[in-house]
């Protein structure tokens, strides 16, 4: 089993910055991919960005050129730099973890990004 925790959330005036960051533990042989999504007020759960064992990336279009993903392999932990935050962003975001392709994962608690003057 495969638990995973979110940390950096918060409240943000447009335009600001913030670092997420998730960790797994437990039992974990190796990981395949990490990702973040986020669930805005009325809407559904979507991808922001995704990153596999070969660093390999993927934004949503949203995101490109404001967020980056990136990862440290030997903490089993993921990051997200949020960069020229917008109202829009505002969300509860969430980790996954997949230890084998095609997996559903393991998800954690979610953490607030409130966007807002």
């Known amino acids: 089993q495969v638990q995973v925790v979110e940390t950096g959330g918060g409240l943000v005036q447009p335009g600001g910055s913030l670092r997420l960051s998730c960790a797994a533990s437990?039992?974990?042989?190796?990981?395949?991919?990490m990702g973040w999504f986020r669930q805005g007020a009325g809407n559904q759960r979507e991808l922001v960005a995704r990153i596999n064992s070969l660093g390999t990336t993927n934004y949503a279009d949203s995101v490109k050129g404001r967020f980056t993903i990136s990862r440290d392999n030997a903490k089993n932990t993921v990051y997200l730099q949020m960069n020229s935050l917008k109202p829009e962003d505002t969300a509860v975001y969430y980790c996954?973890?997949?230890?084998?392709?095609?997996?559903?994962?393991?998800w954690g608690q979610g953490t607030q990004v409130t966007v807002s003057s």
């Open positions: 996954n973890v997949q230890t084998r392709p095609q997996s559903i994962g393991s």
């Open positions: 437990g039992s974990i042989n190796s990981i395949y991919a």
